[in-house]
C-alpha cells in the first residue's frame, strides 16, 4: 500500500479513521463473550471465508484489524472502491456473501444498514456481518433473527454505503465467533498495510488472506 503523500492527506486520512471508530462490536442475542472462557480470536484460522464482493484493481483496504497510523483496535476489515486518500472517489459496490450460512437483514444491534450470517464450519459456529450497506437485497429478511434464509457463498446481499456513517461509503466486514468475540476474518491482526490489495482476479479465492 502507498504510503500517504503528505502531512495534509495524513491528517485527513486519521480523522477518517477517527469517524469510522464508532463502529460498534455487534452482538446476535448470543451468550456473552465472557462465556467464552479460555477461546483464543488470535488462533482462529478461517480458510472457509471467501471476499465478500468481486475483486478488482479499485478495490483497497481502508482500515485492517488495527486502525492504521494508531493501533487502536477496530475488530474487522474496511473495504472502500476507490483511492483512500480521496473520500470523494469512493463508490457502492456489490456486498456477498462469504461463505455458506443463515442470513438476515438489521436483526441486531449494528449501525446503518447490515446482514448478518450464521455459519456452521465442522460444528463451529461462526457470523459474519456486512455493515453500512446502502440497501439490502429484497431475499434476504429484515428485522427479526427468527426469519432467516439460507444464502451460499457469493449471493447478493445488497450494496456498500455510508448508513451509519455519513458520507464514507466502505463495507464493514466482521467475523464472530459463537459468543460474539470478534476474530480477524482473515488471521493477520495488523494494520492496513499488512493486508494485501484485492487485485483484479482473485475472487472467490477461499483464504485469500492466509499464509502471510
Given amino acids: 500500500m502507498r504510503l500517504f503523500s503528505s502531512s495534509r492527506k495524513h491528517r485527513s486520512i486519521l480523522a477518517i479513521f477517527a469517524a469510522l471508530l464508532a463502529v460498534s462490536l455487534f452482538t446476535f442475542?448470543?451468550?456473552?463473550a465472557n462465556q467464552a472462557g479460555a477461546y483464543s480470536a488470535y488462533s482462529v484460522r478461517t480458510p472457509?471465508?471467501?471476499l465478500p464482493f468481486e475483486s478488482t484493481s479499485r478495490m483497497?483496504?481502508?482500515s485492517g484489524w488495527y486502525y492504521n497510523g494508531s493501533g487502536r483496535y477496530h475488530g474487522g476489515i474496511d473495504f472502500i472502491n476507490g483511492n483512500y486518500n480521496n473520500v470523494s472517489s469512493w463508490r457502492t459496490f456489490p456486498v456477498f456473501a462469504a461463505a455458506d450460512g443463515e442470513a438476515c437483514g438489521n436483526c441486531s444491534s449494528r449501525q446503518g444498514n447490515a446482514v448478518f450470517i450464521?455459519?456452521?464450519v465442522d460444528g463451529v459456529t461462526y457470523y459474519t456481518y456486512y455493515g453500512h450497506l446502502a440497501s439490502i437485497s429484497t431475499a434476504i429478511?429484515?428485522?427479526s433473527q427468527s426469519h432467516t434464509?439460507?444464502?451460499v457463498r457469493g449471493q447478493?446481499?445488497?450494496?456498500?454505503g455510508d448508513t451509519g456513517a455519513s458520507g464514507l461509503v466502505h463495507l464493514h466486514f466482521a467475523l464472530m465467533n459463537a459468543y460474539s468475540t470478534p476474530i480477524d476474518p482473515y488471521s493477520i491482526n495488523r494494520l492496513r498495510g499488512w493486508y494485501p490489495a484485492p487485485t483484479a482476479g482473485q475472487y472467490p479465492a477461499i483464504g485469500w488472506f492466509l499464509g502471510n
Fill in 156 to 160: 447478493y446481499l445488497g450494496m456498500a
Fill in 118 to 120: 450464521k455459519h456452521k
Fill in 29 to 32: 442475542a448470543l451468550p456473552s
Fill in 48 to 50: 472457509f471465508l471467501t
Fill in 149 to 151: 434464509v439460507h444464502v
Fill in 60 to 62: 483497497q483496504i481502508l
Fill in 141 to 143: 429478511p429484515k428485522g
